[in-house]
């Protein structure tokens, strides 16, 4: 599943690398080498409210209190996980649910999440209210604006079929949309989204909607969406160095938890392309789900990450069962 890129343009690397450090973390690794140590951080999409909490590690300086350098890069067009996992960089943010086929595969990348930026699922279907879709059952006759994948299929058959629906009625055609909105007002009935984003923009726009909660709709889909992920090999050399970057980063989005209004800034300083009242309205709703009713920022819950993996095996989405792993809270401060 991969929800609308936010932003088309992905070139923005040039306009918001950081100064490169002297050493590098990735290669020669030295946590005794004099000088910042250099961390290479892949986002998934363009720059926006997920990031935050980056951005303001970066802007207060708290990376720098660390011995840390840290350059921002856009995301390849096949993602991040293949690029870390081939050891170009150190960090960067993905999904719950691309990792899993990752890591179970049979030559399994060397990657793991050590933090959620997020504590629950904020992604679902939205639809024009005029259209009808209050409950999963009712997409069946409609257009689903769909990426073809196993995983999306699979997710509409089980809250279709799980509302007592008819999965085979429901019009699953390929999403070629730029935008949410030009999509539902022209080709599709009904688009995946994070609510976060195509989700205020509507409520910005006035457009009455509806949304269908993934999470809410049933337990098991209320996986962790995006996450922050590491490469394992340079992190069992590193461990140090995987603690003190996420320290600051908890920093960070801790920061953007108590203070909406300042971080906004601080992202719309580093992404000025952005809709300032879009980014502002989507830090007010992210402010309180960022760590949510986890006990820390960042810390992921085994039960509800490996319920979902376990959701994935038994729909043949995973080559094999691999439980709840893929991840650790043990880098957390």
């Known amino acids: 599943m991969k929800p609308i890129k936010l932003i088309t343009a992905l070139t923005l690397a040039a306009s918001i690398f950081l100064?490169?450090?002297?050493?590098?973390?990735?290669?020669?690794?030295?946590?005794?080498?004099?000088?910042?140590?250099?961390?290479?951080?892949?986002?998934?999409?363009s720059p926006n409210t997920n990031h935050t909490g980056l951005y303001a590690a970066r802007d207060r300086g708290w990376f720098t209190e660390e011995n840390l350098t840290v350059e921002i890069l856009s995301p390849p067009e096949d993602g991040a996980l293949l690029l870390l996992g081939s050891g170009r960089a150190e960090f960067a943010v993905d999904v719950q649910e691309g990792l899993g086929p990752a890591i179970g595969r049979e030559d399994p990348l060397p990657v793991q999440a050590v933090a959620a930026v997020i504590s629950h699922n904020t992604s679902g279907l939205m639809s024009l209210k005029s259209t009808g879709i209050r409950r999963?059952?009712?997409?069946?006759?409609k257009r689903f604006a769909s990426w073809g994948t196993p995983l999306v299929t699979a997710v509409i058959r089980d809250i279709v079929e799980g509302d007592g629906g008819d999965f085979a009625a429901v019009k699953m055609i390929p999403n070629n949309a730029v935008d949410a909105f030009s999509a539902l007002e022209t080709d599709v009935d009904s688009i995946w989204i994070y609510y976060a984003w195509d989700g205020i923009a509507a409520e910005i726009r006035g457009t009455e909607t509806d949304f269908l909660d993934l999470g809410k709709i049933n337990p098991e889909l209320d996986f962790y969406t995006p996450v922050i992920v590491v490469n394992t090999g340079w992190a069992a050399a590193h461990p140090e160095?995987?603690?003190?970057?996420?320290k600051a980063l908890t920093r960070g989005y801790e920061f953007a938890t108590a203070n909406p209004g300042e971080a906004a800034d601080i992202l719309l300083k580093y992404a000025p392309?952005?809709?300032a009242a879009l980014v502002r309205r989507s830090q007010d709703y992210l402010a309180s789900r960022y760590r949510g009713d986890a006990k820390r920022w960042g810390e992921i819950d085994e039960k509800r990450w490996g319920a979902f993996y376990q959701w994935m095996y038994r729909r043949g989405l995973l080559d094999k069962d691999i439980g709840s792993g893929g991840f650790t809270n043990e880098y957390l401060p």
């Open 273 to 275: 392309e952005l809709d």
């Open 136 to 141: 999963p059952r009712d997409l069946a006759g």
């Open 241 to 246: 160095t995987v603690k003190r970057f996420l």
């Open 19 to 45: 100064p490169c450090g002297c050493g590098n973390a990735g290669n020669n690794g030295g946590e005794n080498a004099p000088g910042p140590e250099r961390i290479r951080f892949i986002l998934d999409w």
